[in-house]
Every structure is written in structure tokens, then in C-alpha cells.
């Protein structure tokens, strides 16, 4: 066994799930960060896990076609980990992410090579590979908005960040706070006919602070309990999503890189494979970009959703629309009372996948098929292959690239009973 400050020479062989790549050293499994497969590398160990261990590159030996110089000085050990990839060529992170995916379905979900093969999309590229996510959050730090290293023992400073939407740029270079600042963290986030909003998160209701501005944007605040308060401008930003607006309160969610939401759209439509009167339930539904095209297709539609501002945000968005209804509570809480009837699921659950019990209830439904939107590969693995346990089929997995430059990776599954 090597011990912390042996140097060895590591072979890449593979991309795990979580953006490191992963070699073999002394019969054991060895991640790198800042890696690529098919490189070569003199590493030394740093952190021992069991039967794997972490490790860092000293010297790189053998260098990947695919490898690029980083367009951020942030980017790189012991930095800003916000972004994981910015050292491989874009071509090359799409067909990663695929690799990534399909090993995930079959270690994880044990579905067989054909069937991966039979049902795994090509990834569907990013238009923009810089300059796309219109919100981030920073930690506050007495130096500047910081963002956590890739191990997040760190926190690096930030002045430029190539992937944020380059109006939030320079609104990010334009915030100060003063030293003894209680707040916590704020989210630089943007509408896309360019309004600007600051939210802010605080620990304690005292520590609301006194506002000074030189530059124009909204200023909300995150209480404890995430209810939002606001300060300055407008409550909610306005998203458009295939020709809808959308208002996204302070503290309700969508994703990042709004250009990608019609295509992402798409493909749950797809899923769905409406032809019309078919009743829709539309669990973990935010904000409602999901259901307001279920209901522009003419399927009756409920949405449930448990943070209660983002489901007044639904009912605003899908206002005007027949056929929807929106509850607020838990996707366990509403399966479990059976009173919302439906013969199609989508599910856009948080990274943590899905609970035992939402699985099982959908298990006992008269569900015939689930869209699933999954923004973590290993949990819709899991998930699914619960699924299918139950008499689902997996028929089509459509990954999407929303998050360039990261390991980040959504996708759209369907299965059908």
C-alpha cells in the first residue's frame, strides 16, 4: 500500500460520477481530480477510503487530445470547484457524460449492455458552452463572494466565473459587504429580459441588514426557514420558457441555464406521449414549467410541490390554463391520501432520487408510464432499477447538457408499466 507521500504512476482508465477520473494502483480503485481518461500521470495519495483512495496529479506524463487550456484562473486544485471540466475540450465532456451515464445504469441499475445500448440517447449539446447560468450562489467571506474548492475544505475568491451569465459578472464585481456582514451567502440570479436580483441568506431575523446601492437589482431575503422577504425592487424574476413567462419568487427554484429549459420541455412531452384527455400528476413540479405543457397539450394536470412560495408562483404560471390543479405538500403526503387520480407521472425529484415510499405508491398506481428528470445519474439509476422491479420497463433515458464545463448531468427517463 502506498503511503501519502510516495509518488506512483497511474493510468486513467475511466470517468466516475462525481467528475473525477479513476485508475488502478496495488488492486485498488484510485480517483483523480483534474484528470482524463487515457492520461498518464506520477500521483500521490491523499486520502484513504477502504478498498478506493483520492489522489492528486504531481506531473502529468501522457497528455489527452482532449485536454485544453482552462479559460478561468480560478480554475484548477486548491481553487474554485465550481466548475470540474474546463480542461477538456467540450466535444469531449459530451461523450464523458454519456460514458458516465451508462456505467451508472449498469453498476448502479444493473440493466445489461444491449438494453443501455437500446435505450440511451445521444446527449443533447448546450448551444452556449460559456456564459449560461443566470444564478449562482456565493459565500460570503470578509475578502469577497467566495465559492467552495472541488474538496470544499477551501473557499477561493472570485472576480470573473466563465459560466455565469456575464450581466451577473459584473453585477458579482460590483456587490461588497461590509466586514462584520451576518449575511451568510447571496444568489446573483437574472430573468431573461435582464432583471437582476440579489437573495440574500441570513441565520437569525435580527441580522436583516441596511441596504446602500449604486447599481440597479432587486434585493430579497432568505429567512431560516427559506420564506422570502423583500427589501428593494421586485419579489420575483421573470423567466420565459416557449414563448411563457414564468415568475420565479425569491427562494423558488428553476434551472440554472434557461436556454436549455424548452428543450428539456421537449423531451418530458415526449415521455409522455400525450394524445389527448389523459390525467397527468406532476410531482416535485416548482414552479410549473412542466405543467403548463401538459396543459397547452390538453392533459388535465396536478401539480405538487412542498415549498409553499413556489406554489403560489404555480398557481400564478398556470393561471388561464384548464384542466390544472396545484397542491401543496409532499409527493409522499399526496400518494399516500389517494385522491389525485392519474394515468401518467412526471417526477423532476431533488439529486437525492426518490423515497422507498413515493416508489412504492407509484408501484401501487394505476400509472401507466413516468417521466422522470433526474439531475443525478447514480439516483435514477437506483431508482429505476426499483422501478422496474415492479413492472416498469425503461424505454428511453435522453440525456441533456445543461451545466458545461461541470460533471453536472440531467436527463429525461420514461418508463412505462
Keep these: 500500500m502506498s503511503n501519502s507521500d510516495s509518488l506512483f504512476d497511474l493510468e486513467l482508465i475511466a470517468m466516475a460520477n462525481g467528475g473525477n477520473a479513476m485508475g488502478r494502483h496495488e488492486g485498488r480503485a484510485i480517483f483523480l481530480p483534474y484528470a482524463i481518461p487515457g492520461e498518464r500521470v506520477s500521483a500521490r495519495i491523499v486520502e484513504e477510503r477502504g478498498r478506493v483512495a483520492f489522489a492528486e496529479g504531481v506531473t502529468l506524463l501522457e497528455s489527452s487530445l482532449d485536454r485544453v487550456y482552462p479559460a478561468c484562473p480560478h480554475f484548477g486544485p486548491g481553487r474554485c470547484g465550481r466548475c470540474q471540466w474546463q480542461h477538456i475540450s467540450y466535444e469531449a465532456q459530451l461523450l464523458l457524460k454519456q460514458d458516465v451515464l451508462a456505467d451508472q445504469l449498469s453498476r448502479i441499475g444493473d440493466f445489461s449492455d444491449a438494453a443501455i445500448e437500446q435505450v440511451l440517447l445521444p446527449m443533447l449539446a448546450s448551444p452556449a458552452e460559456w456564459g449560461y ?13 467566495a465559492l467552495p474548492s472541488l474538496d470544499k475544505s477551501t473557499l477561493a475568491v472570485i472576480d470573473e466565473c466563465h459560466i455565469l451569465h456575464p450581466d451577473l459578472l459584473d453585477l458579482l464585481r460590483k456587490v461588497q459587504f461590509e466586514d462584520d456582514t451576518k449575511i451568510q451567502r447571496v444568489k446573483l440570479a437574472r430573468g431573461t429580459g435582464g432583471d437582476m436580483m440579489l437573495i440574500l441568506s441570513v441565520l437569525d431575523t435580527d441580522d436583516i441588514p441596511e441596504m446602500e446601492m449604486d447599481f440597479t437589482a432587486s434585493v430579497n431575503l432568505l429567512l431560516p426557514d427559506n420564506t422570502p422577504v423583500n427589501l428593494i425592487g ?22 440554472p441555464h434557461t436556454d436549455q429549459l424548452s428543450p428539456l420541455t421537449a423531451a418530458v412531452m415526449h415521455g409522455l406521449n400525450l394524445t389527448g384527455g389523459e390525467k397527468v400528476l406532476d410531482l416535485f413540479g416548482g414552479v410549473g414549467l412542466f405543467s403548463a405543457a401538459v396543459a397547452q397539450r390538453g392533459g388535465r394536470v396536478t401539480l405538487v410541490e412542498s415549498y409553499p412560495t413556489a406554489c403560489e408562483d404555480a398557481r ?20 399516500s391520501e389517494g385522491t389525485v387520480q392519474f394515468d401518467r407521472v412526471i417526477v423532476d425529484p431533488p439529486s437525492e432520487g426518490l423515497s422507498l415510499a413515493v416508489v412504492d405508491a407509484l408501484a401501487q398506481s394505476k400509472a401507466s408510464r413516468i417521466v422522470y428528470v433526474s439531475s443525478d445519474a447514480a439516483t435514477l439509476a437506483r431508482d429505476a432499477k426499483r422501478l422496474t422491479k415492479h413492472g416498469f420497463q425503461l424505454v428511453s433515458v435522453q440525456p441533456i447538457d445543461l451545466s458545461p464545463q461541470t460533471y453536472y448531468l440531467d436527463c429525461v427517463a420514461t418508463l412505462i408499466r
Excluded: M, W
Excluded at 447560468?133 to 469577497?144: I, K, M, R, S
Excluded at 423567466?239 to 427562494?251: K, L, M, N, W
Design 133 to 145: 447560468a443566470n444564478h449562482l450562489t456565493f459565500t460570503v467571506t470578509p475578502d469577497g463572494l
Design 234 to 255: 421586485d419579489l420575483a424574476l421573470s423567466i420565459e420558457s416557449d414563448g411563457r413567462q414564468f415568475r420565479v419568487t425569491a427562494g423558488s427554484s428553476i434551472r
Design 316 to 335: 400564478h404560471n398556470l393561471s388561464g390554463l384548464s384542466g390544472v390543479t396545484v397542491i401543496e405538500g409532499t409527493a409522499e403526503h399526496v400518494l
